[in-house]
């Protein structure tokens, strides 16, 4: 069975630069589509993308709802060249970009907020911490094939390049 679903992206920033470095705002909305074939839908699917980097950390998302995804988001980041240190806050709100399976409106999946900070030291050395939280929505049990449920997620790493 063949399925028509559309992508669009609309992404505005700005950056303005300071005697610390550079500090920028985004505003964005990403929408994967969906389309409907009798009962059954499916929504825009990236095989071999990751979304980890686009639709929020906590991976709520790696396969797209079968009513699709908008994702609209606002990035506030500072890269701090004089220090070493470049720092990141994403929050996204998550809704289907088409009615659900059974019919009626769009569904809300929820929200989610992301943080990162990395300092580098030296040429060839990075530390990194980052955090995802994501928020639920009470009304929707599951998106695609994940339990929708609050979900928390840290990393700590290191970097040595060469």
């Known amino acids: 069975m063949d399925f028509d679903t559309d992508y669009h992206l609309i992404d505005l920033g700005a950056g303005y630069t300071t005697g610390a470095g550079v500090v920028s705002a985004r505003l964005a909305q990403e929408n994967l589509g969906a389309d409907r074939r009798g009962n059954l839908m499916q929504g825009f699917q990236t095989p071999y993308g990751t979304k980890h980097a ?35 806050a994403v929050y996204h709100r998550y809704r289907e970009a088409r009615g659900p399976q059974g019919g009626g409106g769009v569904r809300d999946f929820g929200s989610e907020w992301n943080i990162q900070a990395t300092k580098q030291f030296g040429a060839n050395y990075t530390l990194g911490i980052k955090y995802g939280d994501y928020r639920a929505d009470r009304d929707v049990a599951t998106i695609g094939t994940a339990a929708n449920v609050d979900t928390d997620k840290f990393w700590l790493w290191g970097e040595v390049s060469f």
Do not use: I
Not at 66 to 84: I, M, N, Q, V
């Open 54 to 88: 686009f639709n929020g950390w906590v991976d709520m998302f790696l396969n797209t709802p079968p009513g699709g995804l908008e994702d609209r988001h606002l990035t506030l980041a500072a890269d701090l060249s004089p220090y070493g240190v470049k720092l990141m």
